[in-house]
């Protein structure tokens, strides 16, 4: 079974870097065929694809939050971060990681349980 | 505010049949037939129940049922059961990224 589980500070300051770590077992984040994404539901509830990695080092990444957003993989390590600059307090939520689907297909099959970040000075 | 639009909520009495509709636009679920529906319980991991449109993963009980029409999805509970008391999303490939709805919570009364 593919487990994945977040980790990072709960807490980051305003216009501070906000970076998340995301642990995968049960399946090799090189053995290819997913992608790796980055999700957040706001307190309202409603869901934001952040960005997802391809193990090679492609990405892609939502056009409203590309010019702050960096994910990137450490296949030795079978992990996968965000990095999230200049946060303000709109940015705080429960962050997922998850498992894309993309071969003729396209899902997000295995999440993560979320990790709230708060914005907060 | 959300890219897809779904209702609030809606509610049923258990053994009826519920409805959540999803609606995007032509450069998304109009464009794609990659359209997705997950489950949430509140402090759970969000479950995947369909995709491509209708198709259920091994697993998902055969009275969830996807569709679309145009630019706008929809997921039919049928047979309400008190475990479908849940939140539900609709998801959409928009041309590079995924799109989401802002989440229906369903009330089985």
């Known amino acids: 079974q593919v487990q994945l589980q977040e980790s990072g500070p709960g807490l980051v300051r305003p216009s501070q870097t906000l970076s998340l770590t995301c642990t995968v077992s049960?399946?090799?984040?090189?053995?290819?065929?997913?992608?790796w994404s980055w999700i957040r539901q706001y307190p309202g509830k409603g869901l934001e694809c952040i960005g997802y990695?391809?193990?090679?080092?492609?990405?892609y990444y939502n056009p409203s939050l590309e010019s702050r957003v960096t994910v990137s993989v450490d296949t030795s390590k079978n992990q996968f971060s965000l990095k999230l600059s200049s946060v303000t307090a709109a940015d705080t939520a429960l962050y997922y990681c998850?498992?894309?689907?993309?071969?003729?297909?396209?899902?997000?099959?295995?999440w993560g349980q979320g990790t709230l970040v708060t914005v907060s000075s | 505010q959300s890219a897809l639009t779904q209702p609030r909520s809606v509610s049923g009495s258990p053994g009826q049949s519920v409805t959540i509709s999803c609606t995007g636009t032509?450069?998304?679920?109009?464009?794609?037939?990659?359209v997705s529906w997950y489950q949430h319980h509140p402090g759970k991991a969000p479950k995947l129940i369909i995709y491509?449109?209708?198709r259920r993963p091994s697993g998902v009980p055969n009275h969830f049922s996807g569709s679309k029409s145009a630019n706008t999805a929809s997921l039919t509970i049928s047979g309400l059961q008190a475990e479908d008391e849940a939140d539900y999303y609709c998801?959409?490939?928009?041309?590079?990224?995924?799109?989401f709805g802002g989440g229906t919570k369903v009330t089985v009364l």
């Open positions: 049960g399946d090799s984040i090189y053995s290819g065929g997913y992608y």
């Open positions: 032509s450069s998304d679920v109009g464009a794609y037939n990659f």
């Open positions: 990695i391809y193990y090679s080092g492609s990405t």
């Open positions: 491509n449109v209708n």
């Open positions: 998850a498992r894309l689907a993309v071969r003729g297909v396209y899902y997000f099959d295995f």
């Open positions: 998801c959409s490939y928009a041309g590079g990224y995924a799109s």
